[in-house]
């Protein structure tokens, strides 16, 4: 059975940081692309960050990139999200997703097998 938890969300004001993390179980990690999106109330799932299997690569949206880092720890089937400068705009549910990493560029939802069920970050003004 395959299980991404994410946890980290909280509620935060502008400019402040958070970190989440994605714990993954019942998938090869080690072999695994494993992507972070976000969702806003009345929005589309939107891609934020992807990281290679090995972590060699990372690729962000242009609305976190400077201000978000993803990183993994394969010996702790955790990848996680590193959110600094926070703003009003990225209040949303953040999900984790995994797939088989076969060097592709993963920046859809569709490219993805699995999905966590999600934490709510909210950046107060």
């Known amino acids: 059975q395959v299980q991404l938890v994410e946890s980290g969300g909280g509620l935060v004001q502008t400019g402040d940081s958070l970190r989440l993390s994605c714990v993954a179980s019942?998938?090869?990690?080690?072999?695994?692309?494993m992507g972070w999106f976000r969702q806003a109330p009345g929005k589309v799932r939107e891609f934020v960050g992807v990281i290679s299997r090995n972590g060699g690569n990372m690729y962000y949206s242009d609305s976190v990139k400077g201000r978000f880092t993803i990183a993994r720890d394969n010996a702790k089937n955790t990848v996680y999200l590193q959110m600094n400068t926070l703003k009003p705009d990225d209040t949303a549910v953040y999900y984790c997703a995994g797939r088989w990493d076969s060097s592709g560029q993963y920046y859809s939802r569709r490219d993805y097998d699995y999905w966590g069920q999600g934490t709510q970050v909210t950046v107060s003004s």
């Open positions: 019942g998938v090869p990690f080690s072999n695994y692309a």
